[in-house]
């Protein structure tokens, strides 16, 4: 029987007949003929497998649709959300007037009243629901609900700006909405200070996340999308 030559390995030439490896060589990299790796090396790592190719940032690790862009996903700024804000408030008082101004002058036009007589009381009874009841009620369905399905009032559209799930970077849905709207509401109870820290909140946090508490409450960040 033939012996493996003496001495350090020879380097591999290419296959012989049959596919065989000579004695004393060896194939480059520890792989032999006929056989496949089914992926690239990544020296002392395992393969990776597949794996999320979009943008990463800090502390979640799925960026939000729509943006695509490169490197780290922005956070909206304090100027953003705050006009944000405001849009939304303007809004709402606009809608407000419209009611309440078409309620009144829809219910005046139709009194027969005498120069000098008032409406009837219940005329009173509905301005007040209006403005205490069905107004506020409004306001908090609009931002619960569209945050809830959109990630975004009309105000954070404009402006550019969504409300995501911190763990998937999804939209909120009912329960984390409605969570973020109740921290602020209820702060708003304390001569509406308290509803003020709240929406002041995002300073006091790291730059990277900017939550404020109704944001950590509900688990979401607000993400810039444009």
């Known amino acids: 029987m033939s012996q493996p030559p003496e001495g350090p390995p020879q380097p591999y030439h290419g296959p012989q007949p049959g596919g065989a ?12 003929p006929g056989v496949q790796y089914p992926g690239p090396q990544y020296p002392g790592q395992q393969y990776p497998g597949p794996q999320y190719s979009g943008p990463q940032y800090p502390g979640v690790p799925y960026p939000p ?7 780290p996903v922005p956070m909206a700024s304090m100027g953003q959300r705050l006009g944000a804000r405001l849009l939304d408030a303007l809004l709402l008082v606009v809608a407000a007037a419209i009611v309440i ?4 002058g829809i219910s005046l036009a139709t009194f027969d009243l005498a120069p000098g007589q ?4 219940w005329f009173f009874i509905v301005i007040i629901l209006l ?7 409004g306001a908090a369905l609009y931002e619960i609900l569209l945050i809830a399905r959109r990630g975004a009032t009309i105000g954070k559209s404009v402006v550019g700006v969504r409300v ?13 909405a ?3 709207w109740v921290i602020p509401f209820l702060g708003s109870f304390l001569c509406g200070i308290g509803q003020l820290l709240v929406y002041l909140s995002p300073f006091f946090d790291d730059e990277t996340r900017r939550q404020g ?3 950590k409450v509900a688990k979401v960040i607000v993400v810039r999308t444009k």
């Open 21 to 32: 490896v000579p004695a004393g060589q060896q194939y480059p990299g520890g792989q032999y």
């Open 65 to 71: 649709a729509p943006y695509s862009g490169p490197g």
């Open 101 to 104: 101004g078409g309620f009144a």
């Open 118 to 121: 008032d409406p009837p009381d």
């Open 131 to 137: 403005l205490y009841v069905a107004l506020p009620l």
């Open 164 to 176: 995501v799930r911190i763990a998937d970077g999804q939209l909120p849905g009912t329960g984390p």
């Open 178 to 180: 409605l969570a973020r």
């Open 213 to 215: 508490w109704h944001d």
